[in-house]
């Protein structure tokens, strides 16, 4: 995909299955939206064969339009209205909508229903955004970077929805995060996009195998500490033992965290 001539994806090559949760994990720029655009018809591709639910989002009818629920990064639109209001309006627009007052319930939001869009804390605004995103029953959920903003509990708590709309309503989601935590934790599937390429594609234990960087063995030789960076430390550990017949001096092995190798991978990459 080329903006002009900057080219902004490259091979990116992506199998969602239904009822899947698949994010797309990425730092800032690199290409996530442009990917997800895509994929909901939003935005054109310069290169490249895109099938979602059965068609090609460039000419894709309001029927194809009306299985997708699309949640993007900010809604500015609409802040006088009531949130109840909104969602039975949006509801209007489909065959058969989802009851606002089951909606607002099922995302804690029962006692904000005739509140102004305008005045809903973060997390409220955006468990409205999730709910104007399903009120049509969609069978494909997009969620452009759900969590941000939200405190902890509000995520933990927006975590349990997502994976109930997967679960209970068979409805497939493609999320975007920055967070790697968010994508182990919530996603069947993740991709790791790296300036415009999946550098890794897998379910959180792939992942975790293919992400996990080398550990480093540091030991005290000579007055000095030597540090060893190495795939396999039980094997350095133990060469090390042999060669000061004993105990070594020092020794401490350490092995990243899946965070720390995922900034190192994205580091490296970008
Ligand atoms: N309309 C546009 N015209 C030109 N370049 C664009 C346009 N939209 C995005 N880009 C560029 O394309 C690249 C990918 O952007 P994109 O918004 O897809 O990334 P992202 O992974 O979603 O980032 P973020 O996490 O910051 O939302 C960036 O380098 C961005 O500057």
């Known amino acids: 995909m080329k ?17 899947e949760i698949f994010a797309l994990l990425g730092p800032n720029g690199a290409g996530k939206t442009t990917t997800i655009e895509i994929l909901e018809g939003f935005r054109n591709r310069s290169a490249g064969e895109v099938n979602v639910l059965g068609a090609d989002p460039e000419r894709a009818t309001e029927t194809w339009r009306a299985k997708l629920g699309i949640v993007l990064q900010s809604w500015r639109d609409h802040p006088r209205w009531g949130a109840r209001e909104l969602l039975a309006h949006l509801g209007s627009f489909y065959d058969d909508p989802r009851d606002p007052d089951e909606l607002l319930a099922a995302l804690g939001l029962t006692a904000q229903a005739g509140q102004r869009v305008s005045r809903l804390s973060g997390g409220q605004r955006r468990r ?11 069978e494909l959920l997009f969620l452009d970077e759900p969590t941000t903003g939200f405190d902890p509990e509000a995520r933990r708590e927006f975590h349990r929805l997502v994976g109930k709309l997967a679960a209970d309503d068979g409805i497939t989601i493609l999320l975007t995060t920055h967070d790697l935590a968010e994508a182990e934790k919530l996603a069947h599937r993740t991709a790791i996009l790296v300036a415009g390429e999946i550098a890794v594609c897998g379910t959180p234990a792939e992942l975790a195998a293919a992400v996990r960087s080398e550990s480093h063995v540091r030991w005290v030789e000579d007055g000095e500490e030597r540090v060893l960076r190495t795939a396999d430390p039980s094997r350095a550990a133990w060469e090390l033992h042999r060669r000061f017949d004993g105990p070594v001096p020092g020794l401490e092995v350490r092995r990243p965290s899946l965070e720390e190798s995922y900034l190192s991978l994205i580091g490296r990459a970008a």
């Not at 001539?5 to 090559?13: I, P």
């Not at 992506?14 to 009822?19: A, S």
């Open 3 to 19: 903006y002009g001539a900057t080219e902004v994806l490259r091979g990116v090559d992506l199998d969602i299955r239904r009822g």
């Open 128 to 138: 409205l955004d999730v709910a104007l995103g399903i009120v049509g029953r969609p």
